[in-house]
């Protein structure tokens, strides 16, 4: 779950830098720490002020600077769209899929997120000493299989092994290749006040099934990873004539960083409500035990999008019966995302810094 | 979910904001004790549907908030020895002592691990027969008796290789300094209902008595929490201070008695220094004598550490329920959850936390925080 993507998200977040005179009792800020934490992958406020203060500026461009979920860029006629992400997680499988399924589908809806019909995806493993080769096999039918039904191909590739230790059985990178075959301009810089967002789906189930076949927590039923290609979803929309003009997937940080993420790019303010997100009881449950709230847990196959009003409701009909409203953007000048609670009040929905951590009590 | 969607209903939600609004008459000033509460209260808004009358202030029941700097260190300082295996709860990661936080302390090439249950630590400990296992045990009522057990069973199983890092508090001596202490405010307490699981209410009944100040024992829903209003309001309006329990789904009178003899077998009362606050006699929970040798501080020789807290954080009057988050000049501007200058900003059940994560100042309309607060206080 801890995957950095260098051109994924790449978004200040409301981290405030401000010299700190204080005679502190908490004396190293977290987000000066001297090391890397997991934490810095984890999606949140962290890993944004890593990408801010040192990808950012290091590798300067206006590609990187549209801070979507891939490059979108001309090559003589055509328009493309480049991404590329690494996948490490552990348990290598669970249900619902494993890394391999992961490493296709992860790439293929970054570049569905760029309105792109995915075409061509490179595969990098790094394999560590000791890897059953059952294990490698199962996990190269699986991105075999996952590439088949996402309609891609996987067209070149590289493998290193590392000492014994030095790796966790298997870390792959893929990178894709897609062509746009529209003029829209998906990105938050596209999103309008008015517009209305549709979530495809319900939330939490992949973070929570990784969580469950890591740590070993049994529930009543198994929850299985919503781990899925995205790629069919945003065609049918684009061919259906829908005005589509900001994609997000749902990974790491889950819903709410991808709506702060939005709204703090687009300059714009998201009213949502909270009773339009779908959480399944299982997943609830989960969440509840451990303190968790499934805004923030990781999907693999949940997207919103933004889309003018008048075509919501085309637009809902497309994505299916699971697909739901879920807010708005409003016409205010702050940047903040607010949600209606089940009971009726209003509150800010925030990144958060790092991991969610279960809590004690 | 049953017992989830009917205690966050919108429509009982409604009733319960307006029966609350018929009865309340002047205004009064109530404490909910845990972090779970405020976090709850602050999330859902339930202050929100409260009168202008009722003013709701956040109480010291947040464990990760009060363990004090020095344990901290301790925990980051042991977590560091090449031989040992540190074992937390997940929030405790991140909260800074002096030196860093267990984090920290991991990244660093510590072996600091997660788990759910202290069990599982004792488990580690028989699995890897030649390195130290510390857990790290925090907490208040609620985790002392997985606590306990975790040492009981090691100590059963003859596991030498286990301690524990202590740092239990108690949650009645911190309400009797809150009530006794020259200018308290609080009229009437919401007791942390899962505390009153374990321990039951009974020792509620004479500080009622004595304050005359009404206790309910309630719930972490927002309809346990409105009800626990209720219940709390019709009391002071009546005139009557007695101990009364919202949450009978879980809690009864006299608690858990086997999990209160098996605390009671491990641990004695002890002394205890509060983040924020300073040391409250008979506050926290220690190991008996017959259960020393899983003392981590003696194993490890780690028993006279002292820090200065920083005087300008006012997250001891925050725990006290004598500031409110909004109050201190330095929330959402050079305290925040990235940069945190006290314990209730750091910890997800910290009042500053919660107020940060779920309001701001300059939001737009509701989801600042309410007028009625910032002017009542």
Not at chain 1, 142 to 169: F, L, N, P
Not at chain 1, 221 to 232: K, T
Request: proline share 5%.
């Amino acid at each position: 779950m801890n995957t950095i993507r260098l051109n994924d998200d790449l978004i200040s977040g409301q981290d405030s830098e401000q010299g700190i005179n204080f005679n502190v009792s908490c004396p190293i800020p977290i987000s000066d720490y001297p090391n890397i934490l997991l934490a810095h992958g984890s999606g949140g406020k962290l890993m944004h002020s890593l990408l801010d203060k040192m990808m950012l500026p290091a590798f300067s461009n206006p590609l990187l600077e549209a801070q979507h979920d891939g490059a979108v860029f001309p090559v003589g006629n055509a328009r493309l769209a480049f991404t590329t992400d690494s996948y490490v997680v552990h348990p290598l499988f669970f249900p619902g899929g494993d890394i391999g399924t992961l490493a296709v589908n992860g790439t293929v809806n970054d570049l569905a997120m760029c309105g792109a019909r995915p075409l061509f995806l490179s595969a990098g493993f790094i394999l560590e000493e000791g890897l059953p080769m059952e294990t490698l096999w199962q996990i190269i039918q699986s991105m075999q299989r996952t590439a088949h039904e996402a309609g891609v191909q996987i067209v070149t590739g590289d493998t290193k092994v590392v000492d014994k230790g030095k790796g966790d059985g298997i870390f792959i990178n893929t990178a894709g290749v897609g062509v746009i075959e529209h003029n829209l301009t998906i990105a938050p810089a596209s999103v309008r006040s008015g517009d209305v967002i549709l979530i495809n789906g319900d939330i939490g189930r992949h973070g929570m099934a990784i969580m469950a076949a890591r740590e070993g927590l049994a529930f009543e039923s198994e929850i299985i990873s919503d781990c899925a290609p995205l790629a069919a979803s945003v065609l049918a929309l684009l061919d259906a004539q829908i005005d589509v003009h900001c994609l997000r997937d749902l990974t790491r940080g889950g819903l709410a960083s991808a709506l702060v993420e939005i709204a703090t790019s687009a300059r714009l303010g998201i009213h949502i409500v909270e009773h339009d997100i779908q959480v399944t009881e299982d997943v609830r449950g989960a969440c509840e035990i451990l303190g968790l709230d499934p805004m923030y847990v990781a999907n693999e196959g949940r997207f919103i999008a933004f889309v003018p009003a008048d075509q919501a409701a085309h637009a809902q009909s497309i994505l299916g019966d699971d697909a739901s409203v879920i807010g708005t953007v409003q016409s205010n000048a702050s940047t903040f995302v607010t949600m209606e609670s089940v009971i009726g009040t209003n509150r800010i929905v925030d990144m958060l810094s790092g991991e969610q951590l279960p809590r004690i009590c | 979910m049953k017992y989830i969607n009917e205690y966050r209903d919108a429509k009982a939600a409604r009733q319960f904001a307006n029966a609350i609004a018929q009865i309340t008459t002047k205004p009064w000033t109530l404490m909910e004790v845990c972090g779970g509460q405020t976090h709850a209260i602050v999330k859902y808004g339930v202050d929100e549907l409260l009168p202008e009358d009722i003013t709701l202030l956040h109480g010291p029941g947040c464990p990760v908030c009060v363990t004090p700097v020095e344990l901290i260190d301790k925990a980051v300082e042991i977590s560091s020895r090449p031989d040992v295996v540190f074992i937390s709860f997940g929030d405790m990661m991140r909260v800074p002592g002096t030196n860093g936080d267990l984090l920290s302390a991991k990244a660093a090439g510590g072996d600091v691990r997660m788990v759910y249950s202290p069990l599982d630590a004792v488990k580690i400990a028989q699995e890897n027969p030649n390195r130290q296992v510390v857990f790290f045990a925090v907490g208040f009522e609620t985790t002392a008796p997985a606590n306990a057990m975790a040492v009981f069973q090691a100590k059963q199983r003859g596991i030498h290789n286990f301690s524990i890092l202590v740092s239990h508090v108690l949650v009645p001596p911190a309400i009797e300094t809150i009530l006794s202490a020259p200018g308290n405010r609080v009229q009437g307490i919401l007791a942390a209902g899962h505390v009153c699981a374990v321990v039951g209410y009974t020792e509620y009944e004479p500080l009622a008595q004595k304050y005359h100040v009404p206790f309910v024992v309630t719930g972490f829903e927002p309809i346990d929490i409105l009800q626990g209003v209720y219940m709390t309001i019709r009391q002071l309006e009546q005139g009557r201070a007695e101990v009364e329990n919202q949450y009978a789904r879980c809690v009864r009178r006299e608690g858990n008695l086997p999990a209160q003899k098996l605390v009671n077998d491990i641990f004695t009362i002890v002394p205890r220094k509060w983040r924020g606050i300073g040391e409250i006699a008979h506050s926290g929970l220690g190991l008996r004598e017959a259960y020393t040798e899983f003392d981590a501080e003696k194993r490890f020789g780690l028993t006279d550490y002292s820090v200065e807290e920083s005087s300008d954080c006012m997250s001891g009057l925050v725990l006290q329920g004598m500031k409110k988050p909004f109050e201190c000049p330095a929330f959402g501007t050079l305290c925040t959850p990235e940069h945190p200058l006290g314990a209730t900003m750091v910890s997800n059940e910290g009042a500053c936390a919660a107020y940060y994560r779920y309001r701001r100042p300059d939001a737009p309309e509701k989801a600042a925080l309410s007028k009625k607060a910032e002017v009542r206080l």
